[in-house]
């Protein structure tokens, strides 16, 4: 079965410092890769995607991923954090380039930035 | 642009009650769909609609009915309310089923059933 899994359910780190979210996907079809961000009290936002093409894609607030096929896995970076990053971040991933219905969440990982 | 909005945000309800979960959208959105977040669980998808009078169940659809008469509203009933239906719900949509669309998603509305 397809599956998600984000290792840290918990991740602090100090303002200003680099931050590093993990996500693991089980797939033996070509895949569509999510990170979706929830802020406190909030729905689910995107915040950015792999389709196709160049394997690192970016954010407009400074965070990036790099799908890697080989290692199955879609990892979160941001090279500085903010206090307002404070939020609970979902990795998610549709198998096989089927529709919006088949996708499936991981588990969720809590940044949490310390002054 | 109000995108999509849940009401109410908050809910308590006795075992065995009837109610329902409110969800629209104003971006002509083709796809809705309803999820419910449990700790530790992600989200796991209800039911959905691929546009008014087509529906189909998800993964957890047990408790659960939903109708689309519009394309705007994709209500979600939960027909005798169980503790294990405490949640936090979440109704999402986008522009096409495909999965190249992002999902957009409401504020959630917070159920808890005693």
């Known amino acids: 079965a397809q599956s998600v899994t984000q290792l840290d359910s918990q991740v602090p780190v100090f303002e200003e410092a680099p931050v590093e979210l993990r996500c693991n996907y089980s797939?033996?079809?070509?895949?569509?890769l999510f990170w979706y961000v929830q802020y406190p009290n909030q729905g689910l936002q995107l915040l950015l995607k792999?389709?196709?093409?160049?394997?690192l894609v970016e954010s407009i607030n400074g965070f990036e991923a790099e799908f890697n096929k080989s290692q199955t896995s879609f990892h979160l970076r941001k090279p500085s954090v903010h206090i307002s990053d404070t939020a609970e971040y979902f990795c998610a991933v549709i198998p096989g380039y089927s529709s919006a219905s088949k996708i499936i969440f991981g588990s969720g990982t809590r940044l949490s930035i310390r002054p | 642009n109000a995108g999509v909005t849940q009401t109410p945000k908050f809910q308590v309800l006795k075992t065995g009650q009837s109610m329902t979960l409110q969800c629209a959208q104003d971006?002509?959105?083709?796809?809705m769909s309803w999820y419910r977040q449990d700790p530790g669980m992600g989200l796991r998808l209800i039911h959905y609609s691929v546009g008014a009078g087509i529906t189909d169940q998800g993964e957890v659809p047990n408790g659960y009915n939903v109708s689309r008469s519009t394309t705007e509203d994709f209500p979600l009933r939960l027909l005798s309310a169980a503790p294990s239906q405490t949640s936090v719900y979440f109704c999402?949509?986008?522009?096409?089923?495909?999965?190249?669309?992002?999902?957009?998603f409401g504020n959630g509305t917070r159920l808890t059933v005693t």
């Open positions: 797939s033996s079809v070509s895949v569509y």
């Open positions: 971006m002509n959105h083709e796809y």
């Open positions: 999402a949509s986008s522009y096409a089923l495909q999965g190249e669309s992002p999902l957009h």
């Open positions: 792999y389709l196709s093409g160049s394997t």
